[in-house]
């Protein structure tokens, strides 16, 4: 990521490391590779700007189309969870603001995101195409199918909640791999970390966790 010094200000970075201590290390999220991605995104730069000062604040944000960035602590939960070295190629469903695949882009080789909105998918497109992450695919379609073409993933992220897993999408995790996604039991929801494994699926459970719906299109 080049360019940065007229998209960022020395403020808000002040802001951006203090969010990072006392929402984020303070909640026990110790990944390097994670921190460090958080620490170097504008994270302001994927609100309004009439937001932008709340954009490091310890809650999620509207982003248009009844559609929020996720509080800094799950952005970061999250990617921990997906357990990164660096080198992947992951999948995430549910670019929204597009804040998180740039965290993706800063840690991994390729990611390949997938937005049902168009105006929310165009949007994220042009805040990363200014942060110049150019190891970033997106594109406007249902998520619960996948990306068959580039498949199979080292990892997949779904960013919204369903009571049930997308079952093309366990496909398309490679044997060893990682499926992260929020899952609706009733009132609750817990984030869980399937691992592909050649006996079959393990199941962890993270945490309760909060997350809009994922919109399954029918057919
Ligand atoms: N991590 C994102 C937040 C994503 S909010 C951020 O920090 O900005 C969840 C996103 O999933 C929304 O943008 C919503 O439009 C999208 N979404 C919901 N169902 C989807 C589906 N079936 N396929 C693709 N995207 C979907």
């Not at 937001?51 to 189309?65: M, Q, S, T, V």
């Not at 999408?169 to 929801?189: F, M």
Request: hydrophobic letters at 40%.
């Amino acid at each position: 990521m080049t360019g940065m010094s007229t998209l960022d200000s020395p403020e808000l970075s002040r802001l951006r490391k203090r969010m990072l201590e006392d929402f984020v290390v303070a909640r026990g999220i110790r990944d390097p590779l994670v921190l460090r991605a958080m620490e170097k995104v504008p994270r302001h730069l994927f609100v309004d700007e009439a937001l932008r000062e709340r954009a490091y604040g310890d809650y999620a944000l509207p982003i248009g189309d009844k559609q929020t960035i996720s509080q800094p602590y799950i952005i970061a939960q999250t990617t921990q969870a997906l357990d990164l070295q660096g080198g992947e190629k992951i999948l995430e469903i549910g670019t929204g603001s597009g804040y998180q695949t740039a965290i993706l882009s800063q840690i991994v080789d390729h990611v390949y995101s997938l937005e049902k909105i168009p105006q929310l998918g165009r949007r994220a497109r042009k805040v990363l195409d200014l942060l110049r992450c150019h190891n970033v695919a997106i594109r406007i379609l249902d998520g619960t199918y996948g990306w068959k073409e580039e498949a199979p993933f080292d990892a997949i992220l779904v960013s919204a909640v369903s009571d049930s897993i997308p079952e093309k999408l366990l496909d398309q995790v490679r044997e060893g791999g990682r499926l992260i996604l929020p899952l609706e039991e009733g009132e609750s929801q817990h984030l869980v970390r399937l691992l592909k494994t050649e006996a079959g699926w393990e199941k962890e459970v993270l945490g309760p966790c909060r997350f809009v719906p994922l919109v399954h299109s029918s057919g």
